[in-house]
């Protein structure tokens, strides 16, 4: 089972910092830190980021911003053996930031952050493009309106033959899915939702990516879902099939 800590002085010291094989590192986080944790966090971030969380309008949001920038800084220094201040990133064609080449490690350290309601998942992985995906399991949308919008039919018939409550745990259990292989792709939601169908096991605890009409050659081929307490989802996205998770908790 994944823990998520709370963001402090402790946290550094704790997590694994050295990627062997084929293992990547997923750390879980509480985002609501104390004011000194947050004024550290704020110190790691550069002026296009500080700019970036003085644009977030809600208080406890902003503070949740700095407080996951900021430790994805002081993580990825403890990989990089860089200070958080000295790492500088590069967008890929598609958007999704990346180490630049002088930042990463000898065999390329590849990230991802996702995050909601107030807690954060950092993924680490060595020459695999990731994605990590997070999510509450929640009872006041209306999932079948959302299904409708972005999922593909059979996801649909999926969600609308599950009873309650299970069907808003799996919409979640498909959103998260999908959401982990865009971030590693780099596409984010800009990429169309149903032109890609996440087809869960029986259970739900194991699915796969199913393409149709459009063409995602890069997309990581494997998608695990993470061990969580019950009312979360998450999940990582990584290309091959040969890697595993490392919980850093």
Known sequence: MLAFRPVDKTLWSALEVELEGDDDHVSGLLLDAEADTVERCRQCLLPEESMRARRVTSEQQRRHFVVAHGTLRIVLSLYSHRGPRELSFQNMPSGKPRLD?????????????????????????????VGAGLEKVRADRD???????????????????????????????????????????????????????????????ACRLITEHSPLATAPATIQFLPLKEGWVGAESAEGHTWRVTLCS
């Open 143 to 205: 999932v079948i309106a959302l299904a409708a919008r972005f999922f593909a039919p059979q996801e649909q018939a999926v969600i609308m033959g599950a009873g309650l409550p299970a069907k808003y745990w799996t919409f979640s259990r498909i959103w998260v899915a999908k959401e982990t292989v865009l971030k590693a792709r780099g596409s984010g939601l800009t990429f169309p939702l149903d032109r890609h169908r996440i087809e869960l096991s029986a259970d739900g605890s």
């Open 101 to 129: 080449g002088s930042d990463a490690c000898e065999n390329g350290i590849r990230f991802n952050l996702g995050h909601s309601q107030g807690r954060a998942l950092i993924t680490v992985s060595q020459n695999r493009e």
